[in-house]
């Protein structure tokens, strides 16, 4: 049997895939089985920010499996310690401390739990076209209601869903019982959307008057894919508890559940735990990933290449708008998004869709450069053609 047919037969069929079978990465290429190569500009699901395999990072995780592998929260453990001082030190200036988890739903299950905890209310306020992750706490702050409905038992019921960046619905909606209004600062599973400076200004105000925490989704938007660290820092604003996963350990399963100051002790010890949560593996990675991005400047790489994107695609009729920050981007199409991605997949450039059917994703690692973006622009012109053809 070949590795499709493989993996067909006995994985839980949940995912579409695309046709490509993975087996190795560098950078911003990963390999077939053929050896043959494909740009990666999707960065396996917006994970590795550092690029494929980063030498460093298989470095820190190597070094590390020979010394320690697991041991649980229950004991001290420098690779632990100095991973979480790294992190708090590059996140919003006042956090305090961070909870560890393996996923991004995970990582918001905590934060909506330790919100109510916190406020001791039950209500929570997210985006219609937010997504917030699978499992049910997280599934009942995400926007689309087709997932929700599939699993009717979600505490949606506690949830007023509004549309990102109407802060006059927000506000006639706020009230004393809200635990916590929850985002992502710029959108992306449900489509690239960013609202106004003022909008996230009022929305930090509104929850200090009302005691509600504000909890920003930064499972994409963290770890430099923005052009800032975490997307908040654009607007010089900070939410009270932050939530990451994907791009926090180049790779390696993390999930990170960030609090400041006001709220760090509203969870009791023992109210919480995460057997796998800080495991020495993933702090190495953790710690190797935050070393990677500073070394290499590669937060600044993604501001500098947003600009590059904007010139480039920008002059492509064909794209009517780029929407998003730093290397979280959207394209929106004058025609369905689909064939695009396939029409890019069968010239070997690997990109996203969304749930608006006219918008590529591009997440592509941070490390990726110009040459690479102008090999996307030439096969984007030639996949808009042949769909316009067959139009
Ligand atoms: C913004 C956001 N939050 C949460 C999640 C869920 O993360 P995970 O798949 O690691 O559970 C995702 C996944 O795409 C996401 O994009």
């Not at 695309?18 to 990465?25: I, K, N």
């Not at 996923?103 to 109510?116: C, D, F, M, P, Q």
């Not at 406020?119 to 049910?136: D, L, Y």
């Not at 290499?296 to 947003?306: I, P, S, T």
Request: glycine fraction near 10%; aromatic fraction near 6%.
């Amino acid at each position: 049997m070949s590795v499709r047919e493989t993996e067909d037969a006995y994985l839980v069929p949940s995912y579409t895939k695309l046709p490509l079978t993975v087996v190795r990465g560098e950078d911003v290429w990963v390999y077939d089985e053929k050896g043959e190569k494909y740009l990666d500009l999707y960065s396996g699901h917006a994970v590795c920010g550092i690029g494929h395999s980063h030498p460093k990072l298989v470095k820190a995780i190597s070094e590390q499996a020979g010394k320690l592998i697991f041991f649980s929260n229950a004991v001290y453990n420098d690779t632990r310690a100095e991973a979480a001082k790294l992190l708090i030190e590059s996140a919003y200036p006042g956090s305090k401390s961070v909870f560890f988890v393996n996923s991004g739903t995970e990582a918001n299950e905590v934060a909506l739990k330790i919100a109510r905890r916190a406020t001791g209310r039950p209500r929570v306020i997210a985006m219609e076209n937010g997504f917030h992750g699978r499992t049910i706490g997280s599934l009942s702050a995400t926007g689309n209601q087709k997932l929700r409905d599939d699993f009717p038992e979600n505490l949606s019921n506690l949830t007023d869903f509004v549309p990102i960046g109407d802060f006059d619905t927000l506000e006639a909606l706020m009230g004393e019982d809200v635990a916590a209004i929850i985002l992502e600062p710029i959108t992306s599973v449900g489509g690239v959307r960013i609202a106004s400076r003022k909008y996230y200004d009022s929305l930090r105000e509104l929850c200090l008057g009302y005691g509600t925490a504000l909890i920003f989704d930064e499972v994409q938007t963290g770890f430099g894919r923005t052009g800032e660290m975490f997307a908040g820092m654009h607007w010089g604003l900070e939410p009270d508890i932050t939530t990451s996963a994907k791009g926090a350990a180049g790779g390696f399963p993390l999930g990170c559940v960030i609090l400041n100051e006001a709220i760090a002790s509203a969870p009791a010890p023992g109210e919480h735990g995460c057997t796998f949560g800080g495991g020495p593996l993933a702090m190495a990675a953790l710690k190797a990933n935050l070393e990677i991005l500073k070394e290499q400047k590669l937060v600044e790489n993604a501001r500098e290449m947003e600009i590059v994107v904007r010139d480039v695609l920008g002059a492509i009729p064909e794209i009517l708008a780029i929407t998003g920050k730093g290397l979280l981007l959207g394209l929106e199409l004058e025609c369905p998004a689909k064939p695009i991605v396939q029409g890019l997949l069968s010239r070997k450039i690997i990109v996203g869709g969304c749930d608006r059917p006219s918008m590529i994703r591009l997440l592509p690692p941070l490390t990726v450069r110009e040459e690479h973006i102008r090999m996307l622009a030439d096969a984007l012109v030639e996949a808009l053609a042949v769909a316009k053809q067959g139009a």
